[in-house]
């Protein structure tokens, strides 16, 4: 009887959630983890005040009007990636047109800020 009381108290130990052995989730993984962004260079060809009013972290400014100027001192290698963003993704059109023109070949636009923010980007 001793027997079977012990075991039963060892069984009921390790099925408790408050017993040594078992392991409660984190919070971080109840929940899917943010999307990662690409690799290459990230730029925002808004303008220098959209830009302002917030934008993803680690990307660089680069007016649409300004990025065949400026893109070579950011992305020298042509076969490097580079991602554009702006509101709509009309503007990062129109960069990743000039890119082109330029050369490059890795270049993605990936659309409008607001709908980064929505798929988790940040």
């Known amino acids: 009887m001793k027997k079977l009381l012990h075991t039963a108290l060892i069984a009921a130990a390790l099925a408790s959630p408050l017993s040594v052995g078992a392991v409660s989730p984190k919070p971080a993984e109840k929940t899917a983890a943010q999307p990662a962004k690409a690799k290459g260079v990230w730029i925002d ?21 300004q990025i065949a100027a400026k893109i070579a001192a950011v992305s020298p290698d042509k076969k490097a990636p580079v991602n554009l963003y702006c509101r709509s993704g009309r503007r990062a059109e129109v960069a990743l047109q000039e890119l082109k023109k330029m050369g490059y070949t ?8 607001e709908d980064l923010l929505k798929k988790g980007l940040k």
Do not use: C
Not at 106 to 113: L, Q
């Open 106 to 113: 890795n270049v993605t636009n990936h659309g409008g800020y």
């Open 45 to 65: 060809v808004r303008t220098p005040e959209e830009f302002k009013q917030g934008h993803l972290k680690g990307t660089l400014n680069i007016p649409a009007d």
